[in-house]
């Protein structure tokens, strides 16, 4: 069975950055592409970034690049979300996905990301 547990999140300054985390297990971590997804109050899934098995190819969407940055360890079957210069519009529910083409499949409870002053 498929688990997630994403971590990390918080209530941060504009300005500030946080660092995300995704544990995952029961599934073969390092022979998928992940993704990070984000849901923000009263809006649909949003994509945000994806990373290749190895690592190697990262991409984002075009309003996060030179913001957030992708990672992925797959000895310790985790992936990664630096973001950094956060801003009030980052505020969402941030999720971790299998793959890198939607329809996105949400398996953990996802954490929590606050901009506010």
């Known amino acids: 069975e498929v688990h997630v547990v994403e971590s990390g999140g918080g209530l941060v300054q504009p300005g500030g950055s946080l660092r995300l985390s995704c544990a995952a297990s029961g599934f073969p971590f390092r022979s998928y592409a992940m993704s990070w997804v984000r849901q923000a109050p009263g809006k649909g899934l949003e994509w945000v970034s994806s990373i290749s098995l190895t690592g190697i190819r990262k991409t984002y969407a075009d309003s996060l690049k030179g913001r957030f940055t992708v990672s992925r360890d797959n000895a310790k079957n985790t992936l990664y979300l630096q973001m950094n210069n956060l801003k009030p519009e980052d505020t969402a529910v941030y999720y971790c996905?299998?793959?890198?083409?939607?329809?996105?499949?949400?398996r953990g409870q996802g954490t929590q990301v606050t901009v506010s002053s």
């Open positions: 996905v299998q793959g890198d083409t939607s329809p996105w499949s949400k």
